[in-house]
């Protein structure tokens, strides 16, 4: 009986051992992150190197601004949320976010895209741009897209509102360069940040400046944060070198 007792005892200990081996081996708990489409491509191209430099795996959500506010207001956990600077103040003064820790990140402009291998339309001028807009067959664009102030603003200026009202496709969270990639759409209005790395769209320009309107995007640490050090460490990642050189191949720009 004593023999079988010290051998219980052991393995309970060696299980026990075994336990906070495995406790002690477990990977650290991912940064959750809330972000706009407008970064996704750069986000996509850039986490691995991104998880090296903070020692902590992300778990990002990509989406519009607008939905994205919804979510926190509703009390979606999340570390850093990543959104147009208005919407990221207003959650500051709801208390969501830490109004010291926010951050400019990076601008984008709008663009035309069309399906990859056709040939590329001009819109390099207003005139161009309403020529080309008038002769496409439907036109997609998000809902409820930061672009679509600037988009519907375009067609006023252009005089074209009433005859684009029926080509109009009006698509969800990044739908615009998948409707045109799938042929569901001709042309594709966006951020051109969007644009640019979904396969099967090409960029054809950004809209002429006369009718262009820039997005910024900003990022702040929430303040009910699990870890507000690996939130820090990684606002500091999306400021730094790593970022910032990558701007230009993902059609954004550094805020001045």
Not at 140 to 168: C, H, N, W, Y
Not at 215 to 235: F, M, Q, Y
Request: contains cysteine; charged residues 20%.
């Amino acid at each position: 009986m004593k023999r079988s007792s010290f051998i219980a005892i052991g393995l309970a200990i060696a299980i026990s051992g075994c336990s906070t081996t495995q406790e002690a081996a477990a990977p650290p708990a991912a940064v959750r992150v809330l972000s706009s489409n407008a970064v996704k491509g750069i986000l996509d191209d850039l986490q691995p190197q991104i998880e090296r430099a903070i020692g902590r795996p992300l778990s990002i959500e990509f989406s519009t601004s607008t939905a994205l506010k919804g979510k926190i207001e509703q009390g979606e956990p999340f570390d850093v949320a990543i959104l147009v600077p208005a919407l990221l103040d207003e959650l500051a003064k709801q208390g969501h976010l830490v109004a010291e820790s926010q951050v400019n990140l990076a601008r984008t402009g709008v663009g035309v895209g069309s399906r990859e291998g056709t040939p590329k339309a001009d819109v390099s001028t207003p005139d161009a741009l309403k020529r080309t807009l008038l002769s496409a067959k439907s036109v997609a664009f998000t809902a409820e897209g930061q672009s679509r102030p600037t988009i519907e603003a375009a067609f006023e200026k252009l005089a074209i509102a009433d005859a684009m009202r029926p080509k109009v496709m009006l698509v969800g969270p990044a739908g615009g360069p998948v409707a045109v990639a799938k042929g569901e759409a001709e042309l594709v209005m966006t951020l051109t940040s969007e644009i640019i790395p979904v396969p099967g769209v090409q960029l054809i320009g950004p809209l002429p400046a006369e009718l262009q309107s820039y997005v910024t995007i900003g990022a702040a640490r929430s303040t009910h944060a699990k870890d507000p050090e690996a939130a820090n460490s990684l606002l500091r990642q999306l400021t730094g070198s790593t970022l910032t050189s990558a701007l230009d191949a993902h059609g954004m720009e550094s805020v001045e």
